[in-house]
T-cell receptor, first 117, second 111 residues
Framework: GAVVSQHPSWVICKSGTSVKIECRSL??????MFWYRQFPKQSLMLMAT?????????EQGVEKDKFLINHASLTLSTLTVTSAHPEDSSFYIC?????????????FGSGTRLTVV | DQQVKQNSPSLSVQEGRISILNCDYT??????FLWYKKYPAEGPTFLIS?????DKNEDGRFTVFLNKSAKHLSLHIVPSQPGDSAVYFC??????????FGEGTQLTVNP
């Protein structure tokens, strides 16, 4: 099936620095990428939807200036957490519609564990 | 406003028996429902799905039932195996192909 490669799998950064997370679709073109965040023992919460060549759509309550999303090509979407703070520590996951799963399928990256110290 | 709810945070069953995971939703505009299995520090893995126009879909040991009038769906795993132990998420597809996830249920299958 389709694969979304997400990097890094974990990162520790100092408060105030920025961190970039990459998601690449390896064997298909992802015109859309969904970005989620999961806090411990909680649900996956959709943060934003990125579309190749256009601005990302952010969910209510998500700061677009803090979570910068870029979808510059059909195979790469990035999420940059700017001026990270400890409360941004979370598990971030990307997802793209998976043509191999039929019209309604999605494939997920392996996730990035972000710890801000 | 939690539109998709999994009210049982955990479920424990014996190997070989049936596991039943439940999910309720409030938004009647959801048109597709999916179940995912997730291990810690990994992305969710797709298990099975069902369209809102159907009431049952079966794939091997996994069967999903949808009761649209009750806005309820369930995932049945039979027979349960220790390798099935994981967190199971129910998800619903809505506007703009967005998925809304439930809180997850930790399934433990005891040998």
């Amino acid at each position: 099936g389709a694969v979304v490669s997400q990097h890094p799998s974990w990162v520790i950064c100092k408060s105030g620095t920025s961190v970039k997370i990459e998601c690449r679709s390896l064997d298909f073109q992802a015109t859309t990428m969904f970005w989620y965040r999961q806090f411990p023992k909680q649900s996956l919460m959709l943060m934003a939807t990125s579309n190749e060549g256009s601005k990302a759509t952010y969910e209510q309550g998500v700061e677009k200036d803090k979570f910068l999303i870029n979808h510059a090509s059909l195979t790469l979407s990035t999420l940059t957490v700017t001026s990270a703070h400890p409360e941004d520590s979370s598990f971030y996951i990307c997802s793209a519609p998976d043509p191999g799963q039929g019209y309604y399928g999605y494939t997920f990256g392996s996730g990035t564990r972000l710890t801000v110290v | 406003d939690q539109q998709v709810k999994q009210n049982s945070p955990s479920l424990s069953v014996q190997e070989g028996r049936i596991s039943i995971l439940n999910c309720d939703y409030t938004n009647s505009m959801f048109d597709y429902f999916l179940w995912y299995k997730k291990y810690p520090a990994e992305g969710p893995t797709f298990l099975i799905s069902i369209s809102s126009i159907k009431d049952k879909n079966e794939d091997g040991r996994f069967t999903v039932f949808l009761n649209k009038s009750a806005k309820h769906l369930s995932l049945h795993i039979v027979p349960s195996q220790p390798g099935d132990s994981a967190v199971y998420f129910c998800a619903a597809r809505g506007r703009g192909s967005r998925l809304t996830f439930g809180e997850g249920t930790q399934l433990t299958v005891n040998p």
